[in-house]
């Protein structure tokens, strides 16, 4: 792979190929790789793969699922493609309530162009454009998407979640496994945000880089189920 | 409800082209609303459901261009369409699909320009269109009609094209095209999309095959001059197969207007009253505005005396005709910018200007 030593990438490309397995996709599955870090993500599934432009992944996916509603699709988004270009289209692809699923990678930078702002970066947080932190009266504040689109209809299910642990990545494969449980069902938009790590724009090593994103991101973006279509909740 | 065929039946340009569409075997549709061509959508809106096909308002010209994107990778044929503004909206996406070989159709309905500019008839899209308009080494085919029966029979050719040559075709008409009525006759036969064959390169589920990407990225050099030739060579093929022209009274002609779409409508008339008055005046009128007829234009400029481009627009064709004549005759130029449609007056006074004199 392509990615930097201790970048999460890897892990949540493994928990998609998993489900994709899992559910038995990989022959009818259609995958959007972003602009940004993942935008070789292409090379790493077996199934058919679809390059967008920048921030459009969710309306090419929905170009393809609307003319081929049998097929799987999703799309694999970083926070700028996903939340800053794009986000017209991740909210009206999300009130529509697209049967797509997205797989939300959010390590509050800029990676592959260079470790800039994204709408992520936590206030204070140093970055290539915001060198003496992010100043919230200057750069504004950071998005939570999944805060964001609870607020529509569309959506079927949205989980916030990490990998920084074996527990959470097995709680981030259950996350992706009811939101592939969504589409397959029909349910609607899916959506499941991962928080990952960057430590070569965060400039530190891929420990620290874990505890970082424990100790400053999980306290901003909180780990849980914002929301579970009734079809999919699991009873007790 | 069945449309009547095989009759002259009265429609609407925009009406016709989504007839056209139809009739194609088009079952994908992803617009935004902008005048002056929402008749469009409004009618795709009402057809496409009839049809068992797909037709989404989208959030955005940006939005509704990537899911022809999606929808034409996933192998069906799909269009949107658009007027000027909203068409600049659409160039990142148009440059996408050129650059990932994928076929679809774009309507303009074009208006005058720049900027909001106004809802009037104009041709000031002209270098947009041929040139590219987005960024990249790439064209869009480009066809001009100049009737609604014209721009049926080229929507309808549009989408054959775009699956001959993996390309977007664009179809460019204007707010007169596009809102005025006419005779039209359809045709009894049309596509079955059911019938087409399956596309091996479309991301439709790798089912029995290698996985399919689609993708406009290489990141290689040398990779991506690969590709570009390759796309390159098609334009050169369809150079060869799709230039398309009309010509009227050129035989004997000491003067060509050289115009398409409206203001080759407006040129005729000027050119039938230039004849009344003994003036040998003729029209050239290219439909493929890329390719475009150059080959044709350097052999009309070896007959004639002067050329005189007519276009609504500060200047944009011209261009191209001045580089197919290469000096072979004088080219003179007429327009009007703004929305405003010229009138056959001020053709003919200008005809009269250049002073081709009748002979005896």
Known sequence: MHYCPGCTHGIAHRIVAQMLDEFDLVERAVGMAPVGCAVFAYDYFSCDMVEAAHGRAPAVATGIKRVRPDLFVFTYQGDGDLASIGMSETIHTAARGENITIIFINNAVYGMTGGQMAPTTLPGQRTSTTPLGRDTKLAGNPIRVCELLSSLDGPAYIARVTVTNPRRVREATKAVRKAFRAQIDGLGFSLVEILSTCPTRWAMGPDKAISWLEEHMIPYYPLKEFVVAEPLRERP | ?360
Request: aromatic share 6%; net charge negative.
């Open chain 2, 1 to 360: 409800m069945a449309v009547p065929r095989g009759k002259r039946i009265l429609m609407r340009g925009n009406e016709a082209i989504v007839r056209a569409a139809l009739d194609a075997g088009c079952r994908a549709f992803f617009g935004y609303p902008i005048t002056p061509q929402n008749q469009i959508p409004d009618e795709f809106a009402r057809h496409m459901p009839e049809e068992g096909g797909v037709f989404l308002q989208a959030e955005s010209e940006l939005a509704a261009i990537n899911m022809v994107y999606g929808a034409a990778a996933a192998g069906v044929r799909a269009m949107t369409a658009s007027s000027s503004p909203g068409v600049s909206l659409k160039q990142e996406g148009i440059s996408y699909l050129a650059e990932a070989e994928l076929p679809c159709v774009v309507v303009n309905i074009m208006r005058g320009g720049s900027g909001l500019g106004n809802i009037a008839p104009s041709q000031s899209d002209y270098f947009q269109a041929v040139k590219g308009g987005g960024h990249g080494d790439y064209h869009t085919l480009v066809f001009a009609g100049w009737s609604v029966q014209e721009m049926y029979d080229l929507t309808r050719q549009a989408f054959e094209i775009a699956d001959r040559y993996r390309s977007p075709v664009l179809i460019l008409g204007d707010a007169m095209l596009g809102q005025m009525m006419e005779p039209v006759v359809l045709p009894e036969e049309v596509v079955d999309p059911a019938k087409l064959p399956r596309k091996p390169w479309a991301t439709d589920g790798a089912t029995g095959r290698k996985r399919n990407i689609i993708n406009s990225l290489y990141i290689n050099a040398p990779d991506l001059e690969r590709v570009n030739l390759r796309i390159q060579a098609r334009y050169d093929d369809a150079a060869k197969h799709e230039t398309r022209y009309q010509t009227e009274s050129c035989d004997d002609a000491e003067l060509a207007v050289v115009a398409y779409g409206t203001a080759a409508r407006v040129a005729v008339s000027a050119i039938e009253q230039a004849r009344e008055r003994g003036m040998k005046a003729g029209l050239f009128r290219p439909i493929s505005l890329f390719p475009f007829p150059m080959k044709e234009i350097a052999a009309l400029a070896e007959r004639v005396k002067r050329i005189l481009v007519v276009e609504l627009s500060l200047g944009q064709m011209v261009e191209d005709v001045e580089r197919a004549v290469a000096g072979r005759c004088p080219v003179h130029f007429l327009g009007r910018t703004g929305g405003i449609i010229i009138t056959p007056a001020e053709v003919l006074a200008e005809i009269e200007g250049l002073g081709v004199e009748a002979k005896a």
